[in-house]
C-alpha cells in the first residue's frame, strides 16, 4: 500500500480504538450496582451474622467474591464467608445443618443447607419483590480463608488502574454470560478463572506490562512465616496501594479498546493450551512441572488428562487448577468465542457500539 493509504489505515484504527473504548466505558457503567442494591446487600450480611451469632457468639460473617473485590455486576450473587474466633468450634457440616434450620425458622429466605459437599454450604434466595425487582442469591461457607485473601488480592489489582482493570474484567464478565461460557458446571470457565485470565494478561503478556506482579515486589518491612501463611500457603502481597501508586507507574499506555483487541487475540491464538499454565504468581508455568500434564492417556490418568485441559493456577493454592472443571468441549467452545470475538473486532465495522452489540448477541 502507498503511504496515504497506510496513514489513512492508522488514522481509521485510531478512530475506532477511541470510539470502541468509549463504548466499552458506557456500556459497563449502566450494569454496576446501584447504590440501593449494595445497601441492601450490606443489610443482608448483618442480619445474617446477627443471627449466626446466635449459634456461634465469637463468629464474623465477611463478604468475598465479586461484592468485595470492585468486580461486581448488577443483580451479582453475594459470597459470604463466616469466621468463627474461638478454638472450641462447631464441624462445619453440623454448622451448616443448625444454621439452615435457624434460618428457616426466622428469615424469609429459601434455605438450602449442604452439609456433606466438599465445602459445606448454605445457600439462601430471595424471591423477587418491587424493592429487589431481582431477588438475592447468596452462599454462606464456613472459613475459606483462602477466598478471603484471593478477594483482597483481586481488588488490590482492580485499584491499582481502575479504569482500564474494571472496564475489561466486568466487561468480559458480561460477555463470558451472554455468550454462555461461564459456567462451570457445564464444563466452562468460572468469573473468577477469566479475572484471572486478565491479570495474568495484563501482567505477564503485556509489554511493558499494565499491571505489577503484587505477590513478587519486595516487602516493605521483614515478615515472618506466621504472619503470611494461610493454610499453609504463602498469601503474602504487596497490598499497600497508596505508597504503590505514587511510586510504580505503568509504561503501557494502551487504551481499553487495544487491550481488549489483544486479549482476544492472544488468547485465541498464543496461549500454550497443551502445555501452559497461566500462574499470575510466576508467569508462564509448564503443566508437566506441576503435573498436571494432560497428554497421559488411558487407564488411571483419563481423569487428570480431562481435569486438565486449561490450566489457571490459584494465586495463593498453588496445587488447585482454578479451571480444572473446564472441559475438553468446553475449551473447544471458550476457544471458539475467543476467536469469534477477535474476528469481530478485527473486521473494525463502521461505528463500534456495532461490534460491541454483536460481540455480545
Ligand atoms: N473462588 C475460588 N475458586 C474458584 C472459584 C471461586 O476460590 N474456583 C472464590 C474466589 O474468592 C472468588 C469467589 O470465590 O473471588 C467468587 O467466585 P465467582 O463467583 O467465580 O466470581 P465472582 O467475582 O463472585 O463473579 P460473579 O459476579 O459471576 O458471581
Ligand atoms: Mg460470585
Redesign the pocket.
Known amino acids: 500500500a502507498t503511504a496515504p493509504a497506510l496513514q489513512r489505515r492508522h488514522a481509521s484504527k485510531q478512530r475506532f480504538v477511541v470510539d470502541l473504548s468509549q463504548c466499552l466505558f458506557d456500556f459497563v457503567i449502566q450494569l454496576l450496582p446501584t447504590v440501593e442494591e449494595m445497601a441492601v446487600k450490606e443489610d443482608v450480611r448483618k442480619l445474617l451474622e446477627r443471627l449466626i451469632r446466635t449459634i456461634e457468639p465469637e463468629s464474623r460473617l465477611l463478604s468475598?467474591?465479586?461484592t468485595a473485590?470492585g468486580?461486581?455486576?448488577r443483580n451479582?450473587?453475594m459470597?459470604l464467608c463466616c469466621l468463627i474466633d474461638s478454638d472450641e468450634r462447631l464441624a462445619a457440616s453440623d454448622l451448616v445443618t443448625m444454621l439452615g434450620d435457624l434460618l428457616e425458622r426466622e428469615t424469609k429466605f429459601h434455605v438450602k443447607p449442604l452439609p456433606h459437599a466438599r465445602i459445606p454450604i448454605v445457600k439462601l434466595s430471595l424471591d423477587p419483590s418491587p424493592g429487589l425487582p431481582q431477588g438475592i442469591a447468596c452462599d454462606i461457607g464456613f472459613e475459606n480463608r483462602?477466598?478471603l485473601e484471593?478477594?483482597r488480592l483481586?481488588m488490590c489489582y482492580a485499584m491499582i488502574d481502575p479504569t482500564r482493570v474494571r472496564t475489561m474484567v466486568l466487561f468480559l464478565?458480561v460477555w463470558s454470560k451472554r455468550r454462555k461460557i461461564?459456567s462451570p458446571y457445564k464444563g466452562t470457565l468460572?468469573?473468577?478463572?477469566y479475572?484471572l485470565l486478565v491479570i495474568y494478561f495484563l501482567v505477564h503478556v503485556k509489554n511493558p506490562p499494565v499491571l505489577p506482579n503484587l505477590q513478587q515486589m519486595p516487602p516493605l518491612r521483614p515478615i515472618s512465616k506466621e504472619d503470611t501463611h494461610v493454610a499453609g500457603f504463602n498469601t503474602w502481597f504487596f497490598d499497600d496501594i497508596e505508597l504503590l501508586r505514587q511510586r510504580w507507574h505503568s509504561e503501557n499506555n494502551e487504551t481499553v479498546a487495544e487491550l481488549l483487541i489483544d486479549f482476544f487475540r492472544y488468547y485465541s491464538r498464543d496461549f500454550l493450551y497443551n502445555t501452559g499454565v497461566a500462574s499470575i504468581r510466576a508467569g508462564l508455568l509448564k503443566k508437566d512441572s506441576k503435573g498436571w500434564q494432560n497428554d497421559l492417556s488411558g487407564g488411571r490418568y483419563n481423569d487428570a488428562r480431562e481435569r486438565n485441559r486449561l490450566c489457571i493456577e490459584?494465586p495463593f493454592e498453588t496445587d488447585y487448577n482454578?479451571s480444572r472443571c473446564v472441559t475438553k468441549d468446553g475449551l473447544y467452545t471458550i476457544r471458539g468465542e475467543f476467536m469469534r470475538a477477535s474476528r469481530i473486532l478485527s473486521t473494525r465495522p463502521e461505528r463500534a457500539i456495532i461490534a460491541l452489540a454483536e460481540l455480545c448477541e
Not at 468460572?190 to 478463572?193: H, L
Open positions: 468475598f467474591g465479586s473485590n468486580f461486581s455486576l451479582s450473587d459470597d483462602l477466598a484471593n478477594t483481586l464478565k461461564n468460572s468469573s473468577y478463572g479475572v490459584d482454578v
